[in-house]
């Protein structure tokens, strides 16, 4: 059994999934594969189903890896807490967004609240499969003055990023031409702690950057994993050992050595709250229109405002154009797609909050503009661009998304690319901390059957000068596999 294990693991490398969140149909689907994974030096054969319930507005979809080591062993640090049970769970979903009631338990790869100001496509995602968080949102409609309200949290395990949203329609009863269909909406999102944006893989309160044993729970520094080197050295010194668990937890020689836990890094939250409203202009079958403006707050620092704002909704296009206008110490769109990586940082032995960032930041105001289309039902694309002036420099930001259309290309199941980069004056770098790639490619082998690939970059300037440059600096995840579904 192992041999033959070994021979597919040899064709197949690695597993990657490609599930829609939503499948097409109700029912009982069920998909999944096997590969390779290499984690904490050692090489498992993975074997991985995901089946995926769905009837109506309920849908259920699970998660389920199994790692096997070399000697036909389960991994056990997998399934021996119950936050390893819950993270098993893929999604759990009830109706969508409009609904009466509706509530999603998983993942979140893109997560907006109101126009975008304080979140935008935020990820709880962004190390997904590694890192697994159990991310929850409910809503729904209140039954007066035409409240709807929204929660989220991006793990329900830890509870560090917590967002809300109330929107209400007090006018919708009075029956005027606009007025009636105006919305005023209010969001708040915070964040408890920072600095647990750093990894931590074995869950043993140290940092990955600051453990020495990042894949072990049981050591997180060499001072304590070579105890018997020095007490062998204490006892040559003094003759004994009496003494030396005393000075072994109390030396301030090797406390230097010891690496900082989580706990003495200490807490530092930040929260963004906001108001903003949207008057339909004109609602027809061909034509959408609307202007709007926002309001967004970060505490202990300051504010910015879109106003005015319009979006279109017209034949293949949608369109927002907004003027956006920035104090100094304010961020647009703090908790955004790469927040994760961006919430704690570390520079040599410092650790570099986002909030820090806030600093540089400086007063600027201009034009962001993005263009959603279906070209010609073969391309799906999105671009989204902003151009912000300020007293001493211009900023700008870009992100952009093509998609194919499959049902163009014979075999040709996904292709898609993603590409973001913000707060640059010119577009002098491709890679940069602020920019983020990512790509999918799948064929079809059989009805049933698929063969996708996945990449993402992401960047850290660990030097400091500037410039991604060498391995260390570039985080890749790549894989490659067969995906099925049945």
Known sequence: MKKVLFLLM??????????????????????????TVLMGGETYSQIRLMPELVLGKFGLGLDIELLIDSEGNIREEDWDDFEDYVNKIYYLRYGQR??????????????????????????????????????????????????????????ITENDILAGRIVTAPL?????????????????????????????????????VFDDFPDNANYHNLVDYEIEFYQSLYEELF????????????????N???????????????????????????????????????MAQIVDHNMGFIFPGFYAQFLIFQMNLEF?????????????????????????????????????????????????????????LTVTYEDMYGEDERVKSLWGKLAFNNTFIPKLSIAEVNYSQT?????????????????RLGFSMSANTELVGTYQERYVDLDGNGKIKGKDETIKTMNFGVEFRF
């Open 10 to 35: 040899l064709i197949i490398p690695i597993l990657i999934f490609a599930q829609d969140e939503e499948p097409a149909s109700d029912g009982l689907n069920m998909g999944g594969g096997i590969g």
């Open 98 to 155: 409009g609904d009466s009631f509706f509530g999603k338990i998983g993942g979140f790869p893109y997560y907006t609240l109101g126009h975008g100001l304080i979140m935008k496509d935020y990820s709880n995602m962004l190390r997904y499969p590694q890192v697994r968080q159990l991310g929850v949102q409910l809503g729904g409609k209140l039954p007066f003055a035409g409240l709807e309200l929204e929660v989220f949290t991006s793990n």
């Open 172 to 208: 919708k009863d009075m029956n005027l031409p606009i007025i009636s269909n105006i919305k005023f909406g209010a969001t708040v999102v915070h964040d408890a702690n920072q600095y647990n944006g750093l990894l931590d893989s074995d869950d043993d309160n140290y940092a990955d």
């Open 239 to 254: 003759s004994d050992t009496t003494g030396f668990q005393n000075w072994f937890e109390n030396s301030p020689t090797l």
């Open 256 to 294: 230097e050595l010891r690496n900082p836990s989580m706990s003495e890094l200490g807490e530092e939250e930040i929260t963004v709250f906001g108001v903003d409203y949207e008057i339909p202009l004109l609602q027809t079958d061909l034509l959408f229109f609307s202007h709007y403006g926002e």
């Open 324 to 380: 956006r206008m920035y104090q100094d110490d304010f961020m647009p769109a703090y908790f955004n797609n790469l927040y994760e990586e961006q919430r704690a940082v570390v520079y040599g032995d410092t650790v570099i909050l986002k909030e820090s960032l806030l600093d540089y930041t400086t007063e600027s105001k201009g034009w962001h503009a993005s263009l959603t289309s279906n070209l010609f039902r073969v391309l799906s």
């Open 423 to 439: 707060g640059f004056e010119k577009l002098k770098y491709f890679k940069t901390p602020s920019s983020l790639i990512e790509g």
